[in-house]
């Protein structure tokens, strides 16, 4: 299993820079259920160890449903759930059988040693 850490987003995103670590930590995020901007922070910070901060959060929020791989749901109250899309899964799928590779490689590299 493939434990999530901020680091090993940041080595995915140089080997593969198609989406910033905020927003692949944010579609991991929704892959279970939708969720507001508040439970995406505390869920990504769960999950990974890395908190964002209100800009980095709601600005990749923007840029990931202006490129159509989430969604926004009908708000309850103060609060706007989001959702993944169906393009969003498949990018998210790809992008996490990319980190499996390459962590596969450099797991198979330190072994060598």
Known sequence: MLTITWRVVYLCR????????EA???LVSLADEPKHGYAMQHDIERISG???GPGSLYGAIARLEAAGLI???SETGARRPYR???AGSRTLSSELA????L???GMRRL???
Do not use: F, G, Q
């Open 14 to 21: 140089v080997a593969n820079p198609k989406l910033s670590s």
């Open 24 to 26: 692949l930590l944010i």
């Open 50 to 52: 890395r908190r964002l």
């Open 71 to 73: 969604e926004a749901l």
């Open 84 to 86: 993944l899309t169906a």
């Open 98 to 101: 990319s980190m499996r590779k």
């Open 103 to 105: 962590a596969a490689a």
């Open 111 to 113: 072994a060598e040693r």
